[in-house]
């Protein structure tokens, strides 16, 4: 049972007693502790619009909500795979609308595009909750957003980078940097792709090129051996996340050359964004990919603590961040500020490589 249907079947049982009283003169009857009891552990089911199964930072979402909204904590969780098409996306949120579900949560594929079935939701008076990326809508529209600051993702990306360089005594205009970017109008590739502009524009760094390699491994391997085709002097491949650089690692080792954070020997460096499992923690232990700044999947509680909010007629925060850490495969830079925060760099180990699946 529904929210809504929940409280039609109580405005009717309320009218029934009031006729029954009226009728009867009977005592006024009140709701026995059980039927409150029950009242309160009703279902509560929720529709989940999850953008496609591009990644493992994707995968490691949807088990976080599924981890999370299961039958024996009284929740129906209804998931529906968009395969990275905002249409598909669109048609889950109307189908959650008929099928009258208590919340709609969405992954958002791109910013755009969202008022018109947000409206209709509205107008269903079901509540929306935003995770991960976000939407260009009238805020009016949704409760709130739980999600990553992107931004904040490549301006740290970046800020290593430099001290790095600057410890390496690497000169700015001897860096030729190329960008495989997310699925284009994310805030995922929005944020990243910002940040590295801000650091070619603050640094000086040659920009060769930047295309879309829409998060997945199958795409990033393909730009990359386009770019390696086009530039023999790239020293640093800035992946906007890891399976991007996991195919690009593979473009880059069958072209003869290697990756690595020996820019001065010739290596070629990897840098990534995700950091969600061990094989990524792998990548990094062998250099492989030399810094990745982690995104937190695990929106799941974080989602819930929101539900549980309304539930209780409370009003959660607009927007709110996940904490995230950011990884290399030395110490080279043992930390980064930006804007008076300070911001440790986890020094890959095996020990660390126990941490994730
Ligand atoms: C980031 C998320 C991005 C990940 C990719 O929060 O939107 O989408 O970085 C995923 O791995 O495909």
Redesign the pocket.
């Given at each position: 049972m529904t929210r809504k249907n929940w409280g039609k079947g109580l405005l009717s049982f309320v009218l029934i007693l009031s006729l029954g009283i009226a009728g009867c003169g009977m005592k006024k009857q009140t709701v026995s502790t059980d039927e409150k009891r029950e009242n309160s552990q009703r279902e509560i089911v929720i529709g989940f619009s999850q953008l496609?199964a591009?990644?493992?930072?994707?995968s490691a979402?949807t088990q976080s909500m599924k981890e999370t909204f299961t039958s024996d904590k009284g929740y129906r969780l209804i998931i529906e795979d968009g395969q990275q098409q905002q249409a598909n996306q669109i048609m889950a949120i109307r189908k959650f609308i008929q099928q009258d579900v208590d919340y709609i949560v969405l992954?958002p594929v791109t910013e755009t595009g969202w008022d018109t079935v947000l409206e209709e939701a509205r107008e269903a008076k079901i509540p929306v909750i935003i995770v991960?990326?976000k939407v260009d809508a009238d805020g009016s529209l949704y409760q709130c957003w739980v999600?990553?600051d992107?931004n904040l993702e490549g301006k740290k990306a970046v800020e290593w980078l430099h001290q790095y360089l600057v410890s390496k005594d690497i000169p700015d205009n001897e860096v030729n940097i190329v960008d495989i970017q997310?699925?284009i109008g994310?805030?995922?590739q929005i944020g990243r792709t910002n940040g590295l502009l801000e650091g070619v524009d603050k640094y000086g760094w040659n920009l060769l090129d930047m295309t879309v390699g829409d998060?997945t491994q199958a795409k990033g391997r393909e730009v990359m051996e386009d770019f390696l085709k086009k530039y023999d002097n790239i020293n640093v491949v800035y992946c906007?996340?890891?399976?991007e650089a996991f195919g690009a690692i593979e473009a880059i080792e069958d072209s003869g050359k290697k990756v690595g954070s020996d820019i001065a020997a010739g290596d070629i460096m990897v840098i990534s964004?995700?950091a969600v499992t061990k094989n990524t923690m792998k990548h990094i232990l062998q250099d492989k990919i030399t810094f990745a700044a982690g995104?937190n999947?695990h929106h799941g509680p974080r989602v819930e603590a929101v539900i549980q909010q309304l539930e209780a007629g409370k009003k959660p925060d607009k927007y709110s961040f996940v904490e995230e850490r950011i990884y290399s495969h030395d110490a080279t830079v043992p930390s980064i500020e930006l804007n008076g925060t300070n911001y440790p760099v986890t020094v890959v180990t095996k020990d660390t490589m126990e941490e994730f699946e």
């Open positions: 496609g591009e990644s493992d930072w994707r979402n992954a991960d990326r999600g990553s992107f997310g699925t994310a805030s995922a998060f906007e996340n890891d399976n964004f995700d995104c999947p």
